[in-house]
């Protein structure tokens, strides 16, 4: 996360802009796959799990990598990584406002479900932004 109080700054002759984080744009991301008419976040809770469910289920790119737990080591990346092939309605099965959306983990041989919030991206996926959206809200407006 960038924390920035200056815009522009000077140093050494050469003009440094630096960009103020864009909390702002995440909160509107998060309104739209909310439905939200108002400024105000809804909290979460039963409607609003289910409203963010239909979201990312027309949004994520289906099957996606993901770890659980976060690797911390070059082995854990491998021995961590599961594939995640769908999400699970928190109206009809699990889902609550502790641990959200729940999702359908595929290792090897093996299914697991596991909260949606628990699970990492490598840097570079393409639902990165959704995933970190859906976090940032699920953990900030309980």
Known sequence: ???STETKATWNQARIV????RQ???KQRIRIALGAKNERLPTVGEKALSRYYRYLSANLVLPFAAHFPKPTTAEEQTEFCCTVVSLIDPTKYLGDGFDGIF?????GEYEL????IDLYLPENSRNGQLIEDYWFWLWNWR
Not at 113 to 116: G, V
């Open 1 to 3: 996360m960038a924390i």
């Open 24 to 26: 702002a744009d995440q």
């Open 103 to 107: 999702c359908k983990t595929r290792k």
């Open 113 to 116: 479900n596991l909260p949606l």
């Open 18 to 21: 630096v960009a103020p984080h």
